[in-house]
């Protein structure tokens, strides 16, 4: 299982740099930024985890087929990028499998490095978003974070279900925290699930007064 989960990593890494890929071509980039923009989507939130719990050097320095998967695969998508569009919604589901594995990889990298089970938390969900941030912040397109789909809030739920089952079942407890991100997260695409927005108490009294009909 241990090469399966790997092969899920590398593939992950490959489906958030297409994902950041697909948002160059559409500000018709050129291709080092094809390069730059898959490169940290697919590995920004690993680094920015590894340099905040102080793991040095962060993983794809000791490991560099993580940084060449990046860069094989937004030179490719250069070439393929109008073709691959169109499969936007296969994307989303691969988005959804590598979101829940890292978010559990990084849940797990901080537990073992001994992190408070709110750290953990945060390193998880900081593996899986960060670099989608820094790819919408490069691009200037609105953050994921910013959005009201659940997304960030799948990867907290896979961190704590993993956090929860490990001191029992160390060895499921993977397993399961990955089921638990995918589920909600496969929930929020198929029945487009969000999380509900903050209103202004005016705007809420306003809406009453319209409804009922009532004049200003």
């Excluded at 000791?62 to 990028?81: D, G, K, N, R």
């Excluded at 537990?111 to 790819?135: L, P, Q, Y």
Aim: glycine share 10%; aromatic share 12%.
């Amino acid at each position: 299982m241990e090469k399966l989960l790997l092969f899920i990593d590398y593939a992950g890494i490959a489906v958030f740099a297409i994902t950041g890929c697909l948002v160059a071509a559409k500000k018709q980039m050129d291709i080092v930024s094809f390069v730059f923009l898959g490169t940290v989507t697919g590995i920004g939130g690993g680094t920015a985890r590894d340099l905040v719990l102080g793991n040095l050097p962060v993983l794809w320095v000791q490991e560099p087929t993580y940084l060449m998967t990046c860069v094989v695969t937004s030179i490719f998508m250069f070439f393929v990028a109008r073709h691959v569009a169109s499969f936007q919604k296969w994307i989303v589901w691969g988005d959804a499998i590598g979101t829940a594995v890292f978010t559990v990889s990084g849940t797990k990298i901080a537990f073992d490095a001994g992190a408070h089970w709110s750290v953990c938390i945060t390193m998880g969900v900081m593996t899986a978003v960060v670099g989608g941030i820094i790819r919408d912040l490069l691009a200037g397109e609105p953050s994921l974070i910013m959005r009201k789909e659940i997304y960030a809030t799948a990867c907290a739920f896979g961190a704590a279900v993993f956090l929860l089952v490990q001191p029992y079942e160390p060895h499921i407890a993977v397993y399961m925290g990955i089921a638990a991100c995918f589920a909600l997260r496969a929930a929020a695409i198929v029945w487009r699930l969000h999380l509900p927005g903050y209103r202004w108490a005016e705007d809420a009294h306003e809406k009453r007064r319209a409804s009922d009909g009532s004049a200003p």
